[in-house]
Structure formats: structure tokens, C-alpha cells
């Protein structure tokens, strides 16, 4: 990037201002009000104009990483991330995932978790303050590259500004970035890794290349949404190599990319069936059970991008980005690899570009064939979008004016993603927060002993630090209907079991925040005896036909002599 240019000078010739006599009308004193006003704009539009772009943008990334903190720690939820946080409450408790209870997910972002709540405590702020850090890093891994990819210095700046704001505005990244689930880590996972797998391609020695694959695997094993990095990384890398052996780099790669795994195979060395069946088998043949309209669930959510400004606007710059790339020669020169100059300068940033959409196109095909399949899960292709959105900005500005004008393209682009963000998040109807299950687990902990046996949801266990019965450790797995075996093998329970221990007084006490239509079928007002209410939600506790049980107050109050006198 070339030098920046040299300050010019700020000062401004002073002009006298002499000081209104008694007998000068009031005009005089507000026309002199107003030349120093301006002159104060004039002041800080030069200053602005001056102030080192790259300040700029560490600015924007300061705040968002501000803002992003304080988020996590007050609004973010989501109603999945409960079995997350129990599970890895669980492991630090020392059961093992798929050994001990259901889990069907990949295990490492449950260690993750476990391994922050280890070190400060088991609530649910620790977990979302670490993934928002993760977040902060990708965005800064992530802009740090396009920023570097900008050549012409009059649009670093502008297309700098733009790139952080098209990352950190996004607003599925926003919600679901600084949660207990695996996105996060995914997201950064699979940023280092493409950065690292691009440094490779020039490398002759494939250190880099097995870093990559390290990378790459560990952000599959965070969250099975990010499997196709790895197989996209190598593939791209066995063509683009630039240095050494070619064939030798994807080796490494994949070798890298398997020791992510270890502990996923020391937990099928215990119980093979299990692992297989809550890793495979779940997400290939039991995921669309009891969903009726999945299909057109999934068309909903892969199309709602179409209502966030900030995802079309992103949308929309990248095709332009993408179309430019592929119209520079794909099928004429780079695709044949006789005829490539390996250290053309133009050919890398093209290579990387093919990188961008491969990368894209990849993860947006294997999320879509996720039934159902969520909005949320397409935050890790916004990386790879930003990349061809920066490239499609500087085209569209380069066609729009005649001589080059940064800031009046990229200008309004930033102001509509900052509204369309705000728009976002202050219209979001998400009706629990994280703040609600903490006053409904202080009720559930003044009306119920420690022992009590409990049917609730994860986000209670989790906050009360109850261990859930065996069987309801993940409140999805009851819709499963398998035989007797294999259920009690796989520690599930079915929804008609469930509904017949309730029936039978099997639990003491039933959570809930279903709507009172939904508690009406259930019974629960003529099941339970007592009732106590926590926000929306409800607790059911002592079973009719069970004597009455004394609260936990009753006993603390209860004095020896009256304990001895009643045994």
C-alpha cells in the first residue's frame, strides 16, 4: 500500500472579533455566533478528512467489539443453546456426551464450553462472553485481510470501512455469534483456516497446510455445519500450490484436519453404536421427525435474507464481486494448468477469489440440505461474502462515477448497514431471555428441594444445577420413537413415556412455560397441587394424591426437637 499522504497544515488565519458595545444591535453578536460555529465544522470536516483510514476502521472494530460484549452479556439467546450449556455442564460434572446421555452433536464446542465454566463459573454469561471474543477475532482476522487485499490506497479507507461493517453488521452474525452453541468457534476456525491455507499455496515446506487442516478440522468439530471447509481448503489447495510438491500439501491437510477427532473416537472406542447413532444417523433420518412442512420451513429461512438490509446489501455486492472474478478469463487461462504462470501476481488474487466462492457455494449447499435447516446456520458463509462484496463495492464505484469517489459509494452503503442492523435487533420478537430462566430457576430453587425430580427444560437443569433424570437431558430426543433396546441404550425416552410418568406422580415437579391452552391438555392445574409462577413461565409441584411434602423454608426453619417429636 503506498505511503499515506502528507498532513496539510490545519490552522486557520484568526480573525479579530471585537466585543459588541452596548449600543451594537443584537444582530451583530449572532452573525459573529454563527461565523465561529462554522468555522468549528470547518475545523473538524478537515480533521475528519485527515484522520489516518486505518484508525478508522480499528475504531469501528473497537465499538462493535464493545457493543458485541455488552450484548452478550444482557440480550443474546437462543432457545437451542440450552442442551448445549447443560452438556457441558454435564462434562465438567464428569459424564461423557453419547456414553452417558443423548448428545447429538459434535463434542468440542461442549468441551469448550466446559472448560471456560471450569475456570469462572457456571453460568450462562461465561460461555457467551468467550464466543463473543471468538467473533471479535474473526471479524478482525477477517477485515485485516481485505484490507490488506486493497491496492489502490484512495479506496482502503471507504472499501475498509465497508468490509468491517459488512462482517460486523450482519445480523444473524450479531444474534447467534455470541451464544453457547458452536457458531463461533466454527466461524474463527474457518477464517484461520483459509487464511493459513492460503499462505500455504506459497510455501514450499506444508507446515502451513497441516496448521490449515488442524484449523479445518476443529471447526467441523465445533459444529457439523462447517464439514465442507476442509474437503473445499484441500481440494483448492492441491490445484493452487505454488510451491514444493503439489500432491504432499492435501495430505497434510486431511492429517491435520483428523486429529480434531481424536476424542470423538476415544468416545466410539467406549460405545460405538451410540457415537454413530448421535453423529450420523441422528442428522441423516431422524432430524425432519415430528416437523411437519420442513421443506418449506427451509425455503423461508434460506430466503430471509431478502428482509435484512444488511444481508441483501451483502448478497447483492458479492454476486457483483463474484460475476467480475469468473469473467476474467476462468475457463481460458486459470483452469488450465499448463498454461498458468504460478507467480502472477493477478493469478493469486484470482486463486483467492475461487477460493471465496468455492468456499461460499460449498457451505451454502451443505446448510441447505440440513432439513430443517435455520438463517443462523448461513452466518458461516459471511466471511467468503465479504471478501467478494469488498471486490464488488470498488467495481460498482469504479462504474458509477467517472473519476474515482470512495466515500460517495461506499458513504451510504455504511449508514443503510448500521440503520438496517439497528432495525433488526430492536424489532427482534425473540419473547425468553436468559434473564427470564434466571428468575424462574431462583423460584424453582425456593419451592423445591435439592433431590426433587424435576421435568423441565435444559436451560433449568442448567440453572438450578440439577442433574436432569436419565433420558431428559436433551427435551428434542423424546420425539424419537425407537425400540426398547436401543432407546434405553441411546438414554432416550419417548413423549408417551414422558406423559405417563407425569400421569403416574413419577416427577414432583413440572417447569414449564408452555401458553395455558397447552398446560390445559396436559392436565398439569389437576395433576399438581401447588403452583407458583415465574414471569411467563409456571412451576407444578406436590403430585395430588401424595401427602404434602414441606417446602425447603419449612425444613431450614424446622426446629430438632420438632424433627425428633414428628420421626
Not at 463459573?121 to 467473533?135: F, N, Q, R, S, T
Not at 435447516?373 to 467478494?388: D, S
Not at 427435551?475 to 432416550?492: C, F, G, I, M, T
Request: aromatic residues 12%; proline residues 6%; positive net charge.
Amino acid at each position: 500500500m503506498d505511503s499515506a499522504p502528507q498532513l496539510e497544515s490545519d490552522a486557520v488565519p484568526a480573525t479579530p472579533v471585537t466585543e459588541p458595545t452596548s449600543s451594537e444591535p443584537a444582530q451583530v453578536l449572532e452573525a459573529a455566533q454563527r461565523r465561529s460555529r462554522w468555522r468549528l465544522f470547518a475545523r473538524a470536516w478537515r480533521f475528519a478528512k485527515k484522520w489516518p483510514p486505518a484508525l478508522t476502521i480499528c475504531g469501528t472494530l473497537a465499538l462493535f467489539a464493545g457493543l458485541l460484549i455488552w450484548y452478550a452479556r444482557t440480550e443474546s439467546f437462543a432457545w437451542d443453546e440450552g442442551f448445549h450449556l447443560l452438556t457441558a455442564q454435564l462434562i465438567l460434572h464428569g459424564r461423557r456426551p453419547y456414553v452417558d446421555f443423548f448428545f447429538p452433536q459434535v463434542p468440542l464446542n461442549a468441551y469448550w464450553n466446559a472448560f471456560w465454566m471450569g475456570r469462572f463459573g457456571e453460568g450462562w454469561k461465561v460461555p457467551h462472553v468467550v464466543a463473543a471474543i471468538l467473533v471479535i477475532l474473526s471479524a478482525v482476522v477477517m477485515v485485516q485481510f481485505i484490507c490488506g487485499r486493497i491496492k489502490d490506497r484512495r479506496w482502503f479507507g471507504a472499501a475498509g470501512l465497508a468490509a468491517a461493517l459488512l462482517f460486523c453488521t450482519n445480523a444473524q452474525i450479531v444474534s447467534f455469534g455470541p451464544i453457547g452453541q458452536g457458531y463461533a468457534l466454527c466461524l474463527l476456525l474457518s477464517i484461520v483456516s483459509f487464511r493459513l491455507t492460503l499462505l500455504s499455496a506459497g510455501e514450499r515446506w506444508p507446515v502451513f497446510a497441516f496448521l490449515a487442516g488442524l484449523s479445518a478440522g476443529a471447526a467441523t468439530g465445533a459444529t457439523l455445519l462447517g464439514a465442507p471447509v476442509a474437503p473445499i481448503f484441500a481440494l483448492w489447495l492441491l490445484w493452487a500450490s505454488r510451491a514444493g510438491v503439489r500432491w504432499w500439501k492435501p495430505i497434510v491437510f486431511l492429517a491435520g484436519a483428523a486429529i480434531p477427532f481424536i476424542p470423538l473416537y476415544q468416545l466410539w472406542r467406549i460405545s460405538p453404536d451410540n457415537v454413530v447413532f448421535n453423529v450420523v444417523k441422528y442428522h441423516l433420518f431422524f432430524r425432519e421427525v415430528d416437523w411437519d412442512g420442513a421443506l418449506k420451513h427451509d425455503v423461508g429461512q434460506f430466503a430471509s435474507w431478502l428482509d435484512s438490509v444488511p444481508s441483501f446489501l451483502l448478497g447483492l455486492l458479492a454476486v457483483i464481486g463474484a460475476v467480475a472474478v469468473l469473467r476474467q478469463g476462468w475457463f481460458e487461462r486459470d483452469w488450465k494448468l499448463r498454461s498458468r504462470l504460478p507467480d502472477d501476481a493477478a493469478f493469486i488474487r484470482r486463486a483467492e477469489m475461487y477460493l471465496c466462492i468455492l468456499w461460499v457455494v460449498g457451505e451454502a449447499i451443505h446448510i441447505s440440505r440440513a432439513h430443517p435447516t435455520f438463517a443462523r446456520y448461513y452466518m458461516l458463509c459471511v466471511p467468503g461474502l465479504c471478501v467478494l462484496a469488498t471486490s464488488g463495492l470498488i467495481l460498482a464505484g469504479q462504474r458509477l462515477w467517472t473519476s474515482p469517489r470512495p466515500w460517495a459509494t461506499a458513504g451510504p452503503l455504511c449508514a443503510l448497514l448500521v440503520l438496517g442492523i439497528g432495525q433488526v435487533l430492536l424489532t427482534d420478537d425473540e419473547g425468553m431471555r436468559w434473564r427470564d430462566f434466571d428468575e424462574l430457576a431462583k423460584k424453582v430453587n425456593e419451592v423445591l428441594p435439592a433431590n426433587a425430580r424435576i421435568l423441565a427444560d435444559e436451560h433449568v437443569y442448567f440453572l438450578t444445577r440439577r442433574t436432569p433424570p436419565e433420558g431428559f437431558e436433551h427435551e428434542d430426543s423424546h420425539k424419537l420413537k425407537l425400540p426398547d433396546d436401543q432407546a434405553r441404550r441411546l438414554h432416550v425416552v419417548n413423549k408417551d413415556d414422558v406423559k405417563k410418568q407425569v400421569d403416574t406422580g413419577r416427577f414432583d415437579a413440572v417447569v414449564t412455560c408452555d401458553d395455558d391452552d397447552d398446560i390445559a391438555d396436559r392436565k398439569l392445574p389437576e395433576l399438581f397441587a401447588r403452583t407458583a409462577e415465574a414471569g411467563s413461565c409456571k412451576v407444578f409441584w406436590q403430585p395430588t394424591g401424595k401427602p404434602d411434602s414441606p417446602s425447603p423454608d419449612e425444613v431450614k426453619t424446622e426446629s430438632p426437637k420438632t424433627a425428633k417429636a414428628k420421626k
